[in-house]
């Protein structure tokens, strides 16, 4: 009998193994998934997606002329907004709207209020103790 290089047992077990590496990456994508959902679901979370698609430059070309080391550097930087942009659009596409929305909003006056870093506060001790 002659034997055509598989056999039935590291068959089973290669698939046991490819099983459980499917669970751990679908359960992986699950938690980024539900942790995102929760992020878009404060203010605050919200303009901190926006700041790094911002920061990403989305919305910008990354070639930079004459330079191919600064132009795949730009390129890098943008796929992570991209990335980051193509997950709030396939889990919650109505929230790039209100992201959109509210990063272009006047700040309310209790966001404008200074902090104790520019009031000049910060080497004053607390009334309270």
Request: some cysteine.
């Amino acid at each position: 009998m002659q034997n055509d290089g598989r056999d039935s047992l590291g068959e089973l077990g290669s698939q046991a193994h490819e099983e459980r590496r499917n669970r751990s990456v679908r359960s992986r994508q699950q938690r980024h998934d539900s942790a995102l959902c929760h992020v878009l679901d404060h203010a605050l979370g919200r303009a901190l997606v926006w700041a790094i698609l911002e920061r990403a430059r989305v919305f910008h070309l990354s070639h930079t002329a004459g330079d191919p080391y600064l132009t795949a550097f730009g390129e890098g930087r943008r796929d992570i907004g991209l990335w980051l942009l193509a997950d709030v659009m396939r889990l919650r596409p109505q929230a790039y709207a209100r992201i959109s929305e509210e990063a272009q909003a006047p700040p309310l006056a209790a966001d404008r209020r200074p902090s104790e870093f520019e009031k000049g506060d910060f080497d004053k001790k607390d009334p309270s103790k």
